[in-house]
């Protein structure tokens, strides 16, 4: 294997770290053997030095295991960087949330009836005039809308997909905000009706006050009982400009302001079962190692250099739903960005690195969508193309939320066979 500038550089660190590793792994060993000899030689009394020993030994294990998980993080690097130089897929099909068993629900649901949701659960949507009462004048609760296009899945069965404990707020550029007594149902996307006909297909959060264990007859949240027009409050009209209300434009306002180097977020999400172990580890090593090479003066991983271009080429292959693509190497689309890393105005984030090399089914080819941080509608003069499974993975925070990713035709190279339309993957609602 033939290492290039940026690989040499992972390796290095990687090295580095391990070595480290191994010294802080012996000299937490030794402290025993220095404490008997101190004993001995009497330099302190015996409950002072075992004070000092437990320190130093606790010290050096905490720094063992930083070292070796951004070892961790480097090979993770190191190989993930190889297979996008080769063009080969890495991206896991396995979901990263701990599902638990039938068995454990049970045991769960018995010892405390009110416990919070967790992924694989089964729950029933209230019904409209019981989530009626559980919001504010302005169609909300703390702040989230029930949109009109929920109002069709009140009484359904699902599954939970996972928690919402944080969110991502990039439209306002508010970073990681907290958010509470939320969830992801499997497959329920919004169908943009009574937004204008968006089409960003975005998964939609329920507050667990509108939702219930099947068979169970939990009241609703306190409320009293009326008649909510919810189509009245899904836009506003400023300066003569019509402006949507959804729950992706009211994200800052029903959440708080989390802290990104906090590490309380990481447990909560593997408490609650957002995420498993291994998955934790791979993202939390990552996000270490970036931050060595980034101290040490070296690239991060993922690499990514477009062209030195103001401009970049355009590509139209009439993709329609149902039709499979392979998304094109990292070192094909690096060609087709600007030096902003866009495409006609189409940012290709790092994310997006995930899929390359591997095989989807388009699921729309889509042209509006609301835009997040002003309401407006905002009308492609290049249209963007949903992949399905092709969705957030939450980069290195384990972020839960799980909307499409836009791709520009140019990416995608058409397969030859299984064009037959099919459903999709996850039963999802999408614009046609």
């Known amino acids: 294997m033939q290492f290039n500038s940026h690989a040499r550089s992972f390796l290095g660190t990687t ?98 009836p009110n416990a919070a949701l967790r992924p694989g659960e089964m729950v029933e949507v209230r019904s409209l005039p019981e989530i009626l009462a559980t919001l504010d004048d302005k169609g909300c609760l703390e702040g989230l809308p029930f949109m009109p296009e929920m109002a069709a899945f009140c009484g359904h069965r699902v599954a939970v997909q996972r928690r919402v404990e944080k969110v991502w707020e ?32 975005c998964h939609l959060i329920w507050k667990e006050a509108w939702l219930k264990r099947p068979g169970t007859h939990k009241p609703p949240a306190p409320g009293a009982a009326r008649h909510l027009d919810l189509d009245a409050h899904t836009h506003v009209t400023v300066d003569g400009t019509l402006r949507y209300i959804c729950q992706m434009t009211e994200i800052q306002h029903a959440s708080t302001q989390l802290h990104l180097r ?29 931050g060595a090479q980034w101290r040490l003066g070296g690239p991060k991983w993922p690499v990514f250099r477009p062209s030195d271009s103001d401009t ?35 940012e290709f984030g790092e994310e997006l690195l995930f899929y390359c090399g591997g095989s989807y089914r388009v699921a729309a080819s889509i042209d509006r969508i ?46 030859p066979t299984l064009t037959a339309e099919a459903p999709a993957d996850d039963g999802a609602v999408l614009p046609r």
């Open 15 to 112: 090295i580095l770290a391990f070595c480290s590793s191994i010294v802080l792994i012996i000299l937490a060993a030794m402290t025993s053997s220095l404490l008997c000899w101190a004993i001995g030689e009497k330099l302190l009394p015996a409950w002072g030095l075992l004070l000092l020993a437990c320190l130093a030994a606790t010290a050096l294990s905490i720094l063992a295991a930083v070292s070796a998980l951004v070892a961790l993080g480097g090979l993770v690097a190191i190989v993930r960087d190889f297979c996008e130089e080769q063009g080969m897929p890495y991206f896991s099909v396995q979901p990263r949330e701990r599902i638990a068993g039938p068995i454990t629900l049970v045991i769960r649901s018995l010892l405390n």
């Open 170 to 201: 990039y439209a306002h550029g508010t970073g990681m905000r907290r958010f509470r007594d939320a969830v992801l149902l499997q497959a329920l996307r919004c169908d943009g009706k009574s937004h204008g006909g968006c089409q960003a297909a």
């Open 262 to 290: 906090g590490l309380g977020h990481y447990w909560r999400d593997l408490r609650v079962g957002n995420v498993r172990l291994l998955p934790l580890l791979v993202a939390v090593s990552i996000r270490l190692f970036n």
């Open 312 to 346: 970049s080429p355009h590509q139209s292959l009439g993709l329609q739903a149902g039709q499979m693509v392979r998304v094109k190497s990292k070192h094909d689309i690096e060609a087709t960005l600007n030096r902003k890393f866009r495409n006609r105005g189409l």
């Open 370 to 415: 609301v835009h997040e941080a002003t309401g407006e509608m905002l009308y492609f003069k290049t249209p963007s193309i949903l992949l399905e499974g092709a969705t957030g993975i939450g980069g290195t925070i384990i972020n839960p939320q799980n909307e499409y990713y836009f791709w520009r035709e140019i990416w995608l190279d058409p397969e």
